[in-house]
């Protein structure tokens, strides 16, 4: 009887033994699990801080959104949506991968990038014009058409030297320097000094094709005009340069240190900044940077606005689903925000 005793309180104590170390292991998995979340949660509260991984933890609910890798390209405007919105779209969506093409010839651009969509090269398009009726008619005899889906509101900002001191120009103005008309700034109540005029060629994009057709009235460029390839080229020759003049998106200019950004008007007596007032200071920049006037962008108080479009090839397979859902993602309250991130203007 005493022998079958101490097998029972051994047998009980070895029960006893062994539900203690399986309490002491599930203590120390939740204890793990809950440190691990912690730190989980550490992870999302950073990602908010950069506005491109703000998706990265939600589910891709993108409507209509097809699966694969296509191709897009065009304007050079774009820049900054492709870094810093559509990176946001790849986090949430991977199953739906952008690839940005160069175009096989020229410089890419909104021409460019339309052509590369006429010849099959692209999925959609980035534009920072209108689609011309010769590029239609030339997709229509392929088979489709080309739609354009506006997705934000640019301005063109007139960039001149920091030291130059004149309050502001009207388009007409602005038409007749680029025309050859007006070459000195004396004429325009400056100082007696020769304008050195920039501009991107015309095979360049779309800025320099809705330069042409809105404010030269499809007239040629004067003979005075000095070709560049790049804004970050002409934003350098116009801070070199006491009599510079270019023009470009606003978010490429109006933040910039080296050079100011001019009022612009109809009329002499109506010129608004494309940058918020008051104007910064060199001595301040970078540490604080101009912003855009967006209000007058939206308004249209400015004197040169447009519109930005995703350009859809409307051939009813996955090329025309792939930009339709693009460009509706990107009209989404989240999209527009990042887009105004950017340095953009939402269009709703």
């Known amino acids: 009887m005493s022998q079958k005793n101490e097998t029972l309180s051994l047998f009980l104590a070895t029960i006893i033994t062994i539900g203690l170390i399986f309490s002491g ?14 730190g989980s949660k550490t992870s999302e509260s950073s990602n908010t801080d950069n506005p491109t991984n703000q998706f990265v933890n939600n589910k891709c609910n ?33 199953q739906f991968t952008l690839r940005y093409s160069q175009p096989p010839s020229g410089q890419p651009g909104s021409g460019t ?30 088979g489709f058409s080309l739609k354009e889906i506006p997705v934000e509101i640019d301005g063109i900002a007139i960039a001149v030297n920091l030291n130059l001191n004149i309050p502001g120009l009207t388009i007409a103005q602005l038409k007749d320097i680029y025309t050859g008309k007006i070459t000195n700034w004396q004429q325009l109540g400056g100082q007696n000094l020769p304008i050195t005029v920039y501009s991107r060629s015309k ?12 404010i030269l009235n499809k007239e040629n460029f004067g003979n005075n005009v000095n070709y560049i390839s790049t804004t970050t080229e002409a934003v350098r020759k116009v801070a070199a340069s006491p009599g510079g003049i270019y023009y470009a998106s606003a978010p490429e200019v109006v933040p910039q240190c080296m050079i100011k950004s001019l009022p612009l008007g109809r009329t ?5 900044p494309p940058y918020q007032e008051p104007l910064v200071p060199q001595s301040e920049c970078p540490n604080k940077r101009n912003h855009l006037n967006s209000q007058a ?52």
């Not at 095979?203 to 809105?214: K, L, W």
């Not at 002499?268 to 608004?272: K, M, P």
């Not at 350009?311 to 989240?334: C, F, H, M, R, S």
């Open 113 to 142: 990038g339309i052509r590369m969509l006429i010849d099959n090269q692209l999925a959609f398009s980035q534009s920072s014009r209108s689609v011309k009726a010769e590029e239609n008619a030339e997709a229509k005899q392929k």
């Open 25 to 38: 292991l599930w203590f120390f998995m939740e204890r793990l699990a809950q440190i691990s979340g912690t």
């Open 62 to 94: 993108v409507p209509n959104l097809p699966q694969g890798t296509f191709n897009y390209g065009g304007s050079t405007t774009w820049a900054p949506i492709r870094k810093d919105v559509d990176s946001a779209l790849k986090s949430l969506c991977p």
């Open 203 to 214: 095979e360049a994009g779309g800025t320099v094709d809705f330069f042409v057709e809105n």
């Open 297 to 348: 962008f939206r308004s249209g108080d400015y004197a040169i606005t447009r519109n930005l479009f995703v350009i859809v090839k409307q051939n009813g397979q996955t090329d025309e689903q792939a930009g339709e859902a693009y460009a509706n993602w990107l009209l989404t309250p989240q999209s527009q925000e990042l887009i105004e991130k950017a340095g953009f203007v939402r269009i709703k």
């Open 268 to 272: 002499s007596t109506q010129f608004v």
